[in-house]
């Protein structure tokens, strides 16, 4: 059973950056992908980003391709989501999940994931 905690959000300008952390209890963190979503009021969760147990592999969605760069430490049992040329329309709060279900044949289903942690808002100011 792996439990997460997101942090690392904040109020940003539009063009800033944050580095966002996913830190993981449990000892079978490293056996699972990590994905980001994100969540703005009166919308649906969003896939952001996934990478492998290994760390190879990232995979992001075409809104923040070339801006977000996922990462993991299996050592620290932390996965990072390094976010760059922030928007307005990226404003959010951010979750983090592993997934345990590996039946999903693509990493942007949420219902793939377990372990979701509060999450941690990120705002973007134009």
């Known amino acids: 059973h792996v439990q997460l905690a997101e942090s690392g959000g904040g109020l940003v300008q539009a063009g800033g950056s944050l580095r966002l952390s996913c830190e993981a209890s449990?000892?079978?963190?490293?056996?699972?992908?990590v994905g980001w979503f994100r969540q703005a009021p009166g919308k649906e969760r969003e896939y952001v980003a996934a990478?492998?147990?290994?760390?190879?592999?990232?995979d992001y969605a075409d809104s923040v391709k070339g801006r977000f760069t996922i990462s993991r430490d299996n050592a620290k049992n932390t996965a990072y989501l390094q976010m760059n040329s922030l928007k307005p329309e990226d404003t959010a709060n951010y979750y983090c999940?592993?997934?345990?279900?590996?039946?999903?044949?693509?990493?942007?289903?949420?219902?793939?994931?377990?372990?979701w942690g509060p999450g941690t808002q990120v705002t973007v100011s134009s």
């Open positions: 449990g000892r079978t963190f490293s056996n699972y992908a």
């Open positions: 990478i492998d147990w290994s760390g190879s592999n990232p």
């Open positions: 999940g592993v997934m345990t279900r590996g039946y999903y044949s693509t990493y942007d289903a949420h219902q793939a994931y377990d372990g």
